[in-house]
């Protein structure tokens, strides 16, 4: 069975400063790992996705995440957190072994950037 | 033009009623899905469907069926409803493959009360 961890329910970070959002996860065979954001009242919305070759893999509005095989883990990154990126992100992983394999979601991380 | 869209956008309702909603893309997908998100965020795959024909049917109260009529459309019909069916639901929608890496596109959402 597959499964994805995000550790922490909250992250509390000022605005300018590095914002790191944690995920592992837990598959049989090779995972393809993906991030949503979440804002208020909205729908999810895709910001990148690893599927094989480059850990660092580069995604919208600034984001990137690394695929760490060892660790499996894949962590959100952001330099320099903007105000606008509070919102809920959601990791998300899904495995290879299933025909129609379904996508497993984290419990959702909350991004509280502070002025 | 909105690319995934659910209609309503807000529904409430008594126990016992019986409701739809609807959801359509005009992306050109083929395969289109239905999720549940608790009041603690958590989301939770309901159904999924590629080309009219469900792929994915995950543990849910048979008063819970869906409909595709065509592959841009995805209908969810929910018999007796119960105090616990009050949710986010989400439709989402992604060009796809067995074992494909696809990202989806999420509609904005429909919360369904239940009194």
């Known amino acids: 069975a597959q499964s994805v961890a995000q550790p922490e329910d909250q992250v509390n970070v000022a605005e300018g400063n590095p914002l790191t959002v944690k995920c592992t996860y837990s598959?049989?065979?090779?995972?393809?790992l993906f991030w949503y954001v979440q804002y208020p009242n909205r729908g999810l919305q895709f910001l990148l996705k690893?599927?094989?070759?480059?850990?660092l893999v580069k995604g919208s509005y600034g984001f990137e995440a690394e695929f760490n095989k060892s660790q499996t883990s894949f962590h959100l990154k952001k330099p320099s957190a903007l105000v606008s990126d509070s919102a809920l992100y959601f990791c998300?992983?899904?495995?290879?072994?299933?025909?129609?394999?379904?996508?497993?979601f984290g419990a959702g991380t909350q991004v509280v950037v502070t002025p | 033009d909105t690319a995934v869209s659910q209609t309503p956008k807000y529904l409430v309702t008594q126990m016992g009623n019986d409701k739809s909603i609807k959801c359509e893309q005009n992306?050109?997908?083929?395969?289109m899905y239905w999720y549940k998100q608790d009041s603690k965020k958590f989301l939770k795959i309901m159904f999924s469907?590629?080309?009219?024909?469900?792929?994915i049917n995950e543990t849910v109260p048979n008063r819970f069926s869906p409909k595709s009529p065509d592959k841009a459309h995805l209908n969810l019909h929910i018999n007796s409803l119960e105090l616990g069916d009050s949710a986010v639901y989400f439709c989402?929608?992604?060009?796809?493959?067995?074992?494909?890496?696809?990202?989806?596109?999420f509609g904005p959402g429909t919360r369904l009360t239940v009194l």
């Open positions: 989402a929608s992604s060009q796809d493959l067995p074992g494909g890496y696809n990202e989806q596109f």
């Open positions: 598959v049989s065979g090779n995972p393809y």
């Open positions: 690893y599927i094989t070759g480059d850990n």
């Open positions: 992306l050109g997908h083929d395969t």
């Open positions: 998300a992983v899904r495995a290879l072994t299933d025909s129609w394999g379904k996508f497993q």
């Open positions: 469907y590629n080309n009219k024909e469900l792929i």
